[in-house]
Every structure is written in structure tokens, then in C-alpha cells.
């Protein structure tokens, strides 16, 4: 054997033997535990409890107190004892309602999941699942939107700026100071 191939031969062999480099190492490394591999624990557990994961930003973020927020602020809003009644009805239907929407887009992810772990999941059957993943989480989302819609016309618009105030939100340009409700 030439000297030449004996470090050439070691080296290849090294680099057989090697671990994988960290710079391939994916980002999902763990996740292929998981019992639906798309979606983590605390997410599983948020669409079960019917909780906001942040579907409502747009509302939240743009001056549209939520329910469940107003109520762990009702002191510092003075909420009145109407108010706080309507806005814990408002909870509750939203609660029921978006839970039972998480529960089925658990099951359909679930359901997707166990098609691609089994190998058994084509185009054809990919599309209409992902579409009715899709309905059920743009539903989820309506839910909470309109939640958010309805607090605007149960506080008031010196309410609803404490709340942007208590929440740590900046209001652009002023809006959090005068905000324009349907306040009844």
C-alpha cells in the first residue's frame, strides 16, 4: 500500500465514524416524540382549554380589550357589576365555544399525523385535511376576534384606556386615549 493511502484511508474512516455535525442537527430534534408530532404539549393543552394562543392580536394589539383579561382587571377598570356579569357570560360562551373547536382540530392533526406515520397519506388526501385543519382554526380564531369585538361595547372609552394603559400597550398616535366604541 502506497504511504499515501493509509492516511487517506484513516481519514475517511474517521469521518464514517463521526457524529453528525451539529450544523445539521434540525431544530425538531425531540419532536418526532411527540404524540402529534405538529403541535407541542402546551399547545395541545391551549386548544383543549379553549385559550386565546394568540389568535386575537389583531384585536388585542389595536385598542380591543379581551374577556379574560378584563376580568383579571376589573378593579383598576371599575367595572360595573353589569358589566363584569356580561363580560363573564362573554368568557364562558367563548371558552365553550373555542374548546370545542381545539378538541377537533386536535383530533384532525391527531388524525393527519397517524396517515403520515403510517405511510398512508397521499395528495389527494392531503388537501381536503389540511383544508379542514384550516376552517377549524380560522373558526377558533372568529371566536376569539369576536370576543374582542363585543368587550368594546360592553367597557367604556375611559375603560378601555386603562386597560391599554394597564396592559402595557403604547397607543399609537394617541388612539388608546379617545378610542371610538359602540359603547351602548
Known amino acids: 500500500m502506497r504511504a499515501w493511502h493509509v492516511p487517506a484511508i484513516c ?43 394568540g389568535f386575537a ?15 383579571e382587571s376589573a378593579p383598576e377598570l371599575g367595572l360595573t357589576e353589569a358589566q363584569r356579569a356580561e363580560t363573564q357570560r ?17 383530533e384532525r392533526e391527531r388524525e393527519l399525523d397517524a396517515r403520515f406515520a403510517s405511510q398512508r397519506i ?18 377558533l380564531r372568529l371566536v376569539h376576534l369576536q370576543a374582542h369585538l363585543k368587550m368594546r361595547e360592553i367597557l367604556t372609552p375611559h375603560q378601555i384606556s386603562l386597560y391599554v394603559r394597564l396592559r402595557g400597550y403604547a397607543a399609537p398616535g394617541g388612539a388608546g386615549e379617545h378610542p371610538h366604541t359602540g359603547h351602548r
Open 122 to 139: 397521499d395528495e389527494a388526501a392531503l388537501a381536503p385535511a389540511l383544508a379542514g385543519i384550516g376552517k377549524l382554526t380560522g373558526a
Open 90 to 106: 362573554l368568557y364562558a360562551a367563548m371558552k365553550r365555544e373555542a374548546a370545542a373547536l381545539g378538541r377537533q382540530i386536535v
Open 11 to 53: 481519514l475517511f474512516a474517521a469521518a464514517l465514524a463521526a457524529p453528525p455535525s451539529r450544523a445539521a442537527e434540525s431544530p425538531y430534534k425531540g419532536e418526532e416524540k411527540r404524540p402529534i408530532k405538529a403541535l407541542s404539549e402546551k399547545e395541545v393543552e391551549d386548544l383543549l382549554a379553549g385559550n386565546g394562543m
Open 57 to 71: 392580536k389583531a384585536a388585542e394589539l389595536n385598542l380591543y380589550p379581551g374577556p379574560s383579561h378584563v376580568l
